[in-house]
């Protein structure tokens, strides 16, 4: 049909390759399986080797392409090794998505420089380190795309956001110096930006039912996100539907950041 046609045309990720840190949970799994049944070859990277053979088994028992790197974001080496492994997979990613994260919030007064340390490695090192590693590749082939998760506070500040904030703020701005850097040669650089999600990342909160519904009522959907939601958006940022869209912070939040 001339429909399924256009629709494949316009969103398909056939002979492309996608690599999505924190792909064996929450918003990652979400979106790398988005990726994968939409044609990409998807290398996960996570630390928990159950969860990315689950992943994987679950992808590619659907007939998708897949495979898993087990890895520790929290250093360079780390990070380092990672990239290099994922390659090995099905070659040089034409999409990365950083959603992998930690979520270290004690209150400002206790925010240890650990605690700093390691949230800043992870949640915002990494994501530059990776970019540098396949950015100017994507530059150069003339095509890419960057999709980090980032968070509500990136832009506001609530329920002790210390680190985590930081680190989210400083996410969105590394979306927009790479997508200043590399959109002129067929790269895109966008994050996607969350509101309360039920994933693990927020399970401290999820088990407050008070907190849940009060952050539910703060939405104009009247519910929570759940990480399916960032499917469809993944798809669109990772497709050359959205060739023109970049250095943008795109909200899936059920209108909670304007409400």
Not at 96 to 100: C, E, G, M, P, Y
Not at 175 to 178: G, I, L, T
């Given at each position: 049909m001339i429909s399924q046609a256009y629709l494949s045309q316009l969103f398909s990720l056939e002979n492309r390759v996608a690599l999505v840190t924190g792909g064996s949970s929450g918003i990652g799994r979400a979106v790398a399986g988005a990726l994968a049944r939409a044609g990409a070859s998807v290398v996960v990277v996570a630390r928990k080797e159950t969860e990315l053979a689950a992943t994987v088994d679950e992808l590619t028992a659907g007939g998708c392409r897949a495979a898993w790197v087990s890895a520790d974001l929290g250093t360079r080496d780390g990070v380092r090794a990672a990239a290099e492994e994922a390659v090995r997979a099905f070659g040089e990613p034409d999409i990365?998505?950083?959603?992998?994260g930690i979520n270290l919030r004690p209150p400002m007064g206790e925010l240890t420089e650990d605690v700093w340390d390691t949230t800043l490695a992870v949640n915002l090192e990494a994501p530059f380190l990776l970019g540098q590693r396949f950015g100017p590749g994507?530059?150069?082939?003339?095509?890419?795309?960057?999709i980090h998760i980032t968070s509500q506070q990136a832009h506001r500040a609530f329920v002790q956001s210390g680190a985590y904030g930081v680190s989210k703020g400083g996410l969105e701005s590394l979306?927009?110096?790479?997508a200043e850097a590399w959109s002129p040669y067929g790269v895109t650089c966008n994050t996607l930006v969350p509101g309360f999600v039920m994933t693990p990342l927020n399970a401290r909160l999820a088990n407050d039912p008070e907190k849940v519904e009060a952050l539910a009522a703060r939405t104009m959907t009247g519910r929570n996100g759940l990480a399916e939601d960032f499917e469809g958006a993944a798809v669109f940022l990772a497709s050359r539907a959205s060739a023109y869209v970049t250095g943008q912070s795109i909200f899936v939040d059920g209108g909670l950041s304007v409400h």
């Open positions: 990365l998505v950083n959603s992998a994507m530059a150069e082939r003339g095509f890419g795309r960057i979306a927009r110096s790479q």
